[in-house]
């Protein structure tokens, strides 16, 4: 059974204190790890695909990184508007779905 | 652009009721993905289509839960005889064709079950 673990479950920041967030995953046929923000109330927004061990993709102030075992969201110099949870996704190819983990919440302080 | 879009946006129904929701994906997308989500939890996978088939279908899914998109484009959800657990967001999410393809979502639709 594919597993995703998000760590840590929720996460208060003050504006500018850069951190990261942590998924940790267990999938027998991974074919691309995802990252979603999530505003209360609405649909995952996307924000990154990545396919292979050692991929980074760059959105503002968001940047993702791939291992075997393991992605890290890093968010540097955080503003009040990066508050949100984010989501981390695995597409399973062998099981044919898609496994998302429970989510980090982030709260950035002013 | 349109995005995905799902009708309607909140339900209220009472125990013992059928209720259908709609998701109208983003017109070039080939696939068709329904989730429930639950405060606190992640979108948790029901069924995904590719064009018309139903390909996948999550063993959690009871029976009084069915999809279908019966031409390939919009989608409906149905249940059956709702149960107070089934009160949760329902996701629709689409993509282009093939596995690991990313997915946007729509914004949802909220089931409250008296």
């Known amino acids: 059974e594919d597993q995703v673990t998000q760590s840590p479950e929720a996460l208060r920041l003050q504006e500018g204190e850069s951190s990261s967030l942590n998924c940790s995953y267990t999938?027998?046929?991974?074919?691309?790890l995802f990252w979603y923000r999530q505003d209360p109330g609405k649909g995952p927004e996307f924000l990154f695909t990545?396919?292979?061990a050692g991929e980074e993709k760059e959105k503002e102030r968001l940047k993702a990184t791939l291992t075997k075992k393991e992605s890290f969201l890093h968010i540097t110099a955080p503003k009040p508007e990066d508050s949100a949870t984010y989501l981390c996704?695995?597409?399973?190819?062998?099981?044919?779905?898609?496994?998302f983990g429970d989510g980090t919440t982030l709260t950035v302080k002013p | 652009d349109t995005g995905v879009s799902q009708d309607p946006r909140h339900k209220i129904t009472k125990r013992g009721q059928n209720v259908t929701f709609r998701c109208d994906p983003i017109s070039e997308h080939n696939r068709l993905y329904w989730y429930r989500q639950t405060l606190g939890q992640g979108p948790e996978f029901l069924t995904y289509?590719?064009?018309?088939?139903?390909?996948?279908k999550s063993r959690l899914l009871s029976d009084r839960f069915s999809a279908e998109r019966p031409k390939g484009s919009f989608s409906t959800l149905e249940i059956q005889r709702t149960e107070q657990g089934d009160s949760a967001m329902y996701l629709c999410?689409?993509?282009?064709?093939?596995?690991?393809?990313?997915?946007?979502f729509g914004p949802g639709t909220r089931l409250t079950v008296l």
């Open positions: 999938v027998s046929g991974l074919r691309g």
């Open positions: 996704a695995v597409w399973d190819t062998n099981a044919g779905k898609s496994t």
């Open positions: 289509f590719q064009n018309e088939a139903q390909l996948e």
């Open positions: 999410a689409s993509s282009e064709t093939g596995g690991g393809r990313e997915q946007f």
């Open positions: 990545l396919y292979s």
